[in-house]
């Protein structure tokens, strides 16, 4: 059995440890970012290579939502090499169009929080505590009203993912017919080209195709 003191040294080596911990967990969020309207087929790899051109990464957690029946643009933090290569990857994103994994629409970026992360330590100290509420109890109705109001928040929340999805399929749609026309626009040119019509056009204006 321990000592009084064994158990106090014991107790002073796990708040050490714990601090430590929690100032490394600390320094890790100050080189993350937050990215999403990720599409849901974008891998590591992808993510590594689109911001090899201002940062390194090195380490990517995809934050995924179980709660809903819809396969939606996915969220990630990404551990970059130290806080302004963090900073300046935040900054790149928002001040210009950046598409990962051909999302009809930019990605958007952020400086990572503490309570993004699913693996984050427990303040050195802390305790958590855990009581079965009962009717009657004094805090019951406040857990009640706590449990409607996460109902309604689930509901609004599924009535705004239909209406995101919604604009991401017309924003595609749109997409895709810019594509089309500037398709069909370069098809034409290379057609004209192919078979001497832009040199017949040419020798009619009299223009010199070649003309530096």
Not at 85 to 108: E, N, T, Y
Not at 131 to 159: H, I, V
Request: charged letters at 25%.
């Amino acid at each position: 059995m321990a000592t009084p003191d064994e158990h106090a040294d014991a107790e002073g080596l796990m708040g050490e440890h714990a601090e430590k911990e929690h100032a490394d967990f600390k320094a890790r969020v100050k080189r993350t970012i937050y990215i999403d309207h990720l599409s849901p087929v974008v891998s590591r790899q992808v993510i590594r290579a689109a911001l090899s051109q201002c940062a390194n990464v090195v380490s990517v957690e995809f934050i995924e939502n179980y709660t809903i029946p819809y396969d939606i643009p996915a969220a990630a933090l990404v551990e970059l090499d130290d806080e302004s290569q963090a900073k300046s990857a935040v900054d790149l994103m928002r001040d210009f169009p950046f598409i990962i994994g051909g999302m009809p629409r930019p990605v958007r970026a952020s400086l990572a929080r503490p309570e993004m992360f699913a693996d984050r330590p427990s303040l050195p100290g802390s305790k958590m505590e855990f009581l079965w509420l009962k009717q009657g109890d004094p805090e019951y109705d406040g857990m009640s009203k706590l449990k409607s109001l996460a109902k309604r928040q689930e509901a609004e929340n599924m009535a705004l993912i239909k209406s995101i999805l919604e604009e991401e399929k017309e924003l595609a749609a749109q997409q895709q017919i810019m594509l089309d026309a500037n398709y069909y626009k370069y098809d034409l040119l290379e057609s004209i080209v192919q078979n001497g019509t832009i040199k017949n056009l040419a020798g009619h204006y009299r223009v010199n195709l070649f003309d530096s």
